[in-house]
Every structure is written in C-alpha cells, then in structure tokens.
C-alpha cells in the first residue's frame, strides 16, 4: 500500500487506535480496490463480507423502498469508513455502497476480522469506536432534516466542503445536484430554489462550483430560527 493510503487509512478509527503489531495484522488481511463513478460495490441485502475505509473519491449509501424510491442515507468520502456494524454481525448489508466518482477503497474482510476480535479485545473497543462515530454522524443529520429549513442545510452543505475558514472562496460540488438534493432530504426543484435563495447570502453556482463571498455570513445563516431563514 502506498504511504499516502497508509495515512489515510491509519487515520480512521478502526485503525488509528491500534498497536502496530495488532494494525499490520488486519492490514495483512485488507486490499485497496478501485472502482469506476457509478459502480456497485455491493447491494441491499447482500450478505455483509467486507468493511471499508474511503482512501479516495465519494460513495453513496442508499435504501431502495418497495415503491422504487430511492433514499440516500448517506455519502461518504476520505477517510472515512461504511460497513462496520452489519459485516460484524454477520448480517446482510441494509443498504447498497456506490461509487459517485472514480474510488479507491481499502477492503477488509469481515469473517477474518472477526475471528481476530474474539483473540484482540484492543480491536473489539477499535470497532465500537468506529460505530460511535456512525452514530453521532446519523444523530447529526437526523437534527439537520428535522430542525433546520432546506435553505440552511444547503449553506451548511457548503461550509462542511469549504477549503478555507473564513472570507470568500469557491467550493467545488463533488457529485451532481439530484444527489446533494437526496443527502439533504430535499427535492430536485427545491435544491435549486435554495441555491437561488442564497444569492441573498453572497453565493453564485455555476455549473458545479459555488462561489461564496464570505463564509462567516453562511454560518451566521445556519444558525437562524429556521422560520426566518424559509422566510427570506
């Protein structure tokens, strides 16, 4: 594995908490894998054989509902990890994993891994870890859909992707509208009329770059009364 893969994945929980004889051990049983902008890498109810860790590029984490509607529970990317939960219990994957854009991923093998949890508890405490920061991902965008307007979650959108802190910049929209609109739980139209708001907020799109003025005044707009920001 290249050094600057290394990095990354030493960085994720699962990892980064190891000792090095423990880490170089779970590694001897993991490979990266590419996969091209808009493969499978595995599908709703599939049985869980594998975890991952994003080393580059962005996945989509979807639900199919019995109507076909598709619901996007989340979009992940460096550095971060998908499938730790199932693949440790040996149950099938609850969602299907999508490569957005071109991706490389770091596979590790979920019987193999488990077979080393009951001999390391240092890697069972690794894992519960690793959950943990699902969950309060989840509990995050769960208070994001209920407690703040579509206008807000796109300005919030924004800053998470913003390179600097402060002032203006242009921030590059890693994968296209109709799936930002699905991570933020909003419509096509609806995405665009936010977009169309924030002009107030010194923000212009064109095409798939956002060009923010000042950041300071995105924030301040996340931190609303969420009935003043879908009044303006």
Not at 46 to 68: F, H, N, Q
Request: include cysteine; charged fraction near 25%; hydrophobic fraction near 45%.
């Amino acid at each position: 594995m290249k050094a600057e893969m290394l990095r990354i994945a030493l960085g994720t929980p699962i990892l980064a908490g190891l000792s090095e004889p423990l880490r170089d051990r779970v590694l001897e049983f993991s490979h990266t894998q590419d996969y091209p902008a808009g493969s499978t890498i595995f599908l709703q109810g599939e049985p869980a054989l594998a975890l991952y860790v994003v080393i580059d590029g962005w996945v989509k984490l979807y639900r199919i509902a019995p109507s076909g509607a598709e619901a996007v529970v989340m979009v992940v990317t460096r550095g971060r990890t998908f499938g730790e939960a199932v693949a440790l219990r040996d149950l099938p994957y609850p969602v299907s994993a999508e490569a957005t854009t071109d991706t490389t991923l770091l596979r590790i093998d979920a019987a193999r891994l488990r077979r080393q949890m009951r001999e390391e508890p240092e890697l069972a405490i690794a894992l519960l870890a690793s959950t943990y920061v699902h969950l309060q991902a989840l509990v995050s965008q769960v208070e994001q859909l209920k407690a703040r307007s579509g206008v807000q979650r796109v300005a919030e959108f924004l800053v998470d992707l913003a390179a600097c802190e402060q002032g203006g910049c242009s921030v590059s929209m890693p994968y296209n509208k109709t799936l930002i609109a699905g991570r933020l739980g909003m419509k096509p139209e609806s995405l665009s009329r936010a977009f169309g708001r924030l002009r107030d907020y010194g923000v212009r799109v064109e095409s798939s770059v956002a060009h923010i003025d000042d950041l300071d005044v995105l924030r301040d707009l996340t931190n609303e009364d969420p009935g003043k920001a879908w009044m303006k």
